[in-house]
Nanobody
């Protein structure tokens, strides 16, 4: 059974930084994609960033230059380093994995719109002074 557990959320002041973690296990394939998604209050799911088993990464335009996705394969842990946070970054953050056939860029629309794949329970990030 695929399992993903997020941690690291909390309250952060504007301009601050924080790092989210997602421990994963039992991924269905050695060729995989992992990603971070968020849902702001009253809005739909948004793809934030993704990484493949090759190490290739992609970041959405809204976070490019501020957020960085990475992973520790030995620890089976996915990270999202979040810098220069703004109140617009407030939301529930989820990690997810999806089938290799969908590709890396599926995190932008297909995965969040269809809620496909396997998802964690989420961790709240609140950016407020």
């Amino acid at each position: 059974q695929v399992n993903l557990v997020e941690s690291g959320g909390g309250s952060v002041p504007p301009g601050g930084s924080t790092r989210l973690s997602c421990e994963y296990s039992n991924l269905p394939s050695s060729d995989y994609y992992l990603g971070w998604f968020r849902q702001a209050p009253g809005k739909g799911l948004e793809g934030v960033a993704a990484i493949g088993s090759s190490g290739r990464t992609s970041h959405s335009d809204s976070v490019k230059g501020r957020f960085t996705i990475s992973r520790d394969t030995a620890a089976n842990t996915l990270f999202l380093q979040m810098d220069m946070l703004t109140p617009e970054d407030t939301g529930m953050y989820f990690c997810a994995t999806w089938w290799p056939s969908l590709g890396l860029e599926a995190y932008k629309l297909y995965v969040p719109n269809g809620h496909v794949g396997f998802w964690g329970q989420g961790t709240q990030v609140t950016v407020s002074s």
